[in-house]
């Protein structure tokens, strides 16, 4: 069944995008054109190639539609069954987790466990010891071409050491995405959502540490003299040093506030996951990428579950109040418009994240600069052998 999906798919895409791909080649100098910016930057283009690459894209707009379609007819005659999911996004946590799942949730594919917000907390909560059957009655059902997903962040450095082969175990065929970013931007971000929970609940790991300098002035030092210890010593060859990795997995039981720190720690947590996943099933993305340029990822993540692409990066479109990425959906009315919208009619038509994201990356909330620079200076080698793990070269400072 899928496969016949898939084929006709290809074959629509084939035909309707085939002319546009060579087209879209032969006109490489008009490809600048945004329709979700319709009418924002076109002053230089003339009307008729405005209207050439218009024409385009009502192509390709057809083609999404009638993929749709299949897929909604599909649903239809088969409506599934409650089953294992297929993609689980292992974290990091304040990387932007919601985002990803949040708009891969726009794609007919996708199904994400609405009641529990997507995160399910089963690998490193006490409903795992229920079993499989628990795990599958938080997700709706799925059929043979629906993937189901949940994201709960704190699986990337959850206790115990081997949690990764907790998931393996019980869903072996399950791809996995990891969201990694600046730890130290991801540091502050975690301390601002946990001092704003502590408000709102009066419970959380540091409600002693009224501003992120007191935190920061109290917990730099242990981990520092943690990671003095360790037998690396800052450096050369994380995936050897078993201890420090088992030691930072096991801080979260014995001191849950170091976390907000520790957690930053890529280069020590990865190994353990590498170890039991490759690159055919773990998708690693870069957290500051993902802000800058939503759309692109979003397209690299559907490339990667190798599902038909029916979200584009022109399905994203940045919110000039907030500066960070929203989804709205590309349509013929956008390309038809005949004026450039408001920014308050832009703004009503977007879909956001919810207002609780977005605390401190668009400098809302902001900490002092003598402690970013302490945990940027303590990040540093870390982060340099993380890089060199992943034979990437991220640009966090
Ligand atoms: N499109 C878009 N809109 C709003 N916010 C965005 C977006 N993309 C990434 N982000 C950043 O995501 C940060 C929250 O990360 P998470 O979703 O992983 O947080 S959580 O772990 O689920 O609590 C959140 O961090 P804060 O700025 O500290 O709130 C955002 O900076």
Redesign the pocket.
């Known amino acids: 069944m899928l496969k016949r999906f898939l084929r006709r798919y290809i074959v629509l895409s084939i035909f309707l995008l085939g002319p546009f791909v060579i087209w879209s080649w032969k006109n490489k100098n008009l490809f600048n054109y945004s329709p979700s910016e319709a009418g924002r930057s076109q002053a230089h283009k003339t009307k008729s190639e405005q209207q050439k690459i218009i024409e385009q894209y009502k192509s390709r707009l057809n083609a999404r539609e009638e993929a749709m379609k299949e897929i909604a007819m599909h649903k239809e005659e088969n409506p599934g069954r409650k089953q294992l999911p297929r993609v689980i996004l292992i974290?990091?946590?304040?990387?932007?987790?919601?985002?990803i799942v949040s708009?891969l949730g726009y794609h007919p594919l996708i199904k994400i466990p609405i009641e529990v917000q997507s995160?399910t907390f089963f690998f490193n909560g006490k409903g795992y010891s229920a079993g499989a059957a628990k795990y599958i009655s938080f997700f709706p059902p799925t059929n043979d071409i629906e993937w189901g997903m949940e994201?709960t962040?704190a699986y990337f450095d959850s206790p115990p050491f081997d949690f990764p082969s907790r998931i393996k175990d019980m869903v072996p065929n399950a791809k996995l995405l990891l969201?990694v970013c600046d730890p130290t931007?991801r540091a502050?971000?975690?301390y601002?959502?946990e001092r704003m929970r502590h408000d709102l609940v009066n419970d959380t790991m540091i409600a002693e540490y009224k501003t992120f300098d007191d935190y920061v002035d109290h917990y730099l030092p242990i981990l520092e003299k943690l990671m003095m210890n360790t037998t690396s010593n800052f450096t050369t060859n994380p995936s050897s040093d078993l201890r420090t990795q088992k030691m930072l997995t096991a801080l979260p039981h014995k001191d849950s506030a170091a976390t907000l720190i520790s957690t930053g720690l890529y280069v020590y947590h990865i190994h353990r996951w590498k170890r039991l996943y490759n690159q055919s099933n773990f998708l690693t993305i870069d957290?500051e990428d993902?802000?800058a340029n939503?759309g692109k990822v979003m397209e690299k993540i559907q490339d990667f579950l190798k599902i038909p692409k029916l979200l584009w990066k022109e399905d994203f479109v940045k919110?000039p109040d907030?500066g960070?990425?929203?989804h709205r959906k590309l349509t013929e009315q956008h390309l038809n418009q005949s004026r450039v919208e408001t920014n308050n009619e832009l703004i009503a038509s977007l879909q956001?994240?919810a207002k609780?994201?977005?605390?401190?990356?668009?400098g809302?909330?902001t900490a002092s600069s003598k402690t970013l620079e302490e945990l940027r200076k303590f990040y540093q080698p870390f982060n340099k052998d993380f890089y060199r793990e992943m034979n990437h070269q991220y640009n966090w400072m």
Do not use: Q, W
Not at 356 to 362: D, L, M
């Open positions: 974290g990091v946590k304040k990387c932007g987790t919601d985002g708009f995160e994201k962040p969201i931007k502050f971000s975690d601002v959502h957290g993902f802000m939503t919110n907030t960070f990425y929203c956001c994240l609780t994201k977005g605390r401190t990356r668009n809302a909330k």
